[in-house]
């Protein structure tokens, strides 16, 4: 059974534009959460989706947005880029409820410059 | 506001020591989860482990085990016999039952270091 896929796995940005990160959850999966790992922050949650609705965000701007579609993928949009924005993505899908685990993705790794 | 905190930042030992992470969480919720993630340095979180707040047992998987005690709020974990494979970052989670509480709320993280 294929795990959560993210892509892309690297992305280099300038300043000001905008990245699309992509995730495709475990088959069956209905829940998707995105954190953001930047260097010695540990994890930061920035969004949660689940059944094609916004459930939770994080305490991050406006400028951080995404959206899960039917089949339950879920993109994470940036726009206007800052170099702090430079960070691992990691991507999660669970089964609904919190009774169950998170299985996560490999991640993308944004570099703004 | 649910809270995870892991002291100790970097432990560093020699292969084949014995080595326990502290996790100490902090939640209003009466039912709740509590996790371990490893994550090497390919960057990849890995599950370890999920202990629900009215299962108190202990567990051992392998070299593994976890100590869950509601009375203090800590859910440690021991690698027993410590490899050099064990070298990751280690974080502990906690994730509520329902609600805006159901996401995972993760500590900081602690850099173990196995060396040979």
């Known amino acids: 059974e294929a795990g959560v896929t993210q892509s892309p796995t690297h992305l280099i940005k300038t300043r000001g534009q905008q990245a699309t990160l992509r995730c495709s959850p475990i088959?069956?999966?209905?829940?998707v959460y995105w954190y953001q790992q930047a260097l010695g922050l540990g994890l930061q949650f920035l969004l949660w989706y689940d059944e094609g609705e916004e459930r939770n965000r994080g305490n991050f701007p406006p400028r951080f947005s995404g959206r899960q579609f039917p089949n339950y993928s879920s993109e994470l949009n940036v726009n206007a880029l800052e170099l702090e924005d430079s960070a691992l993505y990691l991507c999660a899908s669970s089964l609904q409820g919190g009774n169950t685990e998170a299985f996560f993705g490999q991640g993308t790794r944004l570099t703004v410059v | 506001a649910q809270k995870v905190t892991q002291a100790q930042t970097e432990i560093s030992v020699v292969e084949k020591e014995d080595v326990t992470l502290d996790c100490v969480y902090e939640?209003?919720?009466?039912?709740?989860?509590l996790f371990w993630y490893k994550q090497p340095p390919s960057g990849e979180l890995v599950f370890l482990i999920r202990r629900n707040s009215f299962d108190e047992q202990n567990e051992i998987s392998g070299r593994y085990s976890w100590n869950f005690q509601k009375s203090t709020s800590s859910f440690n974990f021991t690698i027993t016999a410590s490899q050099v494979v064990d070298s990751a970052v280690y974080f502990c989670?906690?994730?509520?039952?329902?609600?805006?509480?159901?996401?995972?709320?993760f500590g900081k993280g602690i850099t173990l270091s196995v060396r040979p």
């Open positions: 088959s069956g999966h209905t829940s």
């Open positions: 939640t209003r919720d009466t039912t709740y989860y």
């Open positions: 989670a906690l994730r509520g039952a329902s609600g805006a509480n159901s996401k995972l709320t």
